[in-house]
């Protein structure tokens, strides 16, 4: 079987699409994020961070902030198999906000904010 430049297109068409569509991002948060994260770091004990498909909620002693998402981007990571996400979500005053931090699959999954790198959240289950 020959292989000529119509099976180049495609592959080329195809990668193309992968870039674009990695770059341009989703509106809605991915599987491995959904659910709710907490941490057992003693600054942050009492605030739960919760994602589903379409919305972003954080909870603390202060009250409940739902948020929905405008759009999730997902980059690699300066370690393998880390991602990094960019979340922009709009809080209840219209504002849109970044929620920046690094996925890692590991073990049920853990998060790491950008701010915070020593401080892992784990999702409940």
């Given at each position: 079987?020959?292989?000529?430049?119509?099976?180049?297109?495609?592959?080329?068409?195809?990668?193309?699409?992968?870039?674009?569509?990695?770059?341009?991002?989703?509106?809605?948060a991915?599987?491995?994020?959904?659910?709710?994260?907490?941490?057992?770091a003693?600054?942050?004990?009492?605030?739960?961070?919760?994602?589903s498909?379409?919305?972003?909620?954080?909870?603390?002693?202060?009250?409940v902030?739902e948020?929905?998402?405008?759009?999730?981007k997902?980059?690699?990571?300066?370690?393998?198999?880390?991602?990094?996400y960019?979340?922009?979500?709009?809080d209840r005053?219209?504002?849109t906000?970044?929620?920046?931090?690094?996925?890692?699959?590991?073990?049920?999954?853990a998060?790491?904010?950008?701010s915070?790198?020593?401080?892992?959240?784990?999702?409940?289950?």
């Amino acid at each position: 079987m020959r292989h000529g430049k119509p099976t180049a297109l495609l592959i080329s068409a195809v990668v193309a699409a992968a870039l674009l569509a990695c770059c341009t991002g989703s509106s809605t948060a991915p599987d491995a994020l959904i659910g709710v994260w907490t941490t057992d770091a003693e600054e942050s004990a009492d605030v739960s961070i919760e994602f589903s498909r379409d919305r972003l909620v954080i909870s603390s002693d202060t009250g409940v902030f739902e948020n929905s998402i405008e759009k999730v981007k997902a980059e690699k990571g300066d370690v393998p198999g880390v991602v990094l996400y960019n979340v922009y979500y709009l809080d209840r005053d219209g504002e849109t906000n970044l929620m920046s931090f690094f996925y890692a699959p590991e073990e049920g999954g853990a998060i790491c904010f950008k701010s915070e790198r020593d401080v892992e959240w784990k999702k409940r289950h």
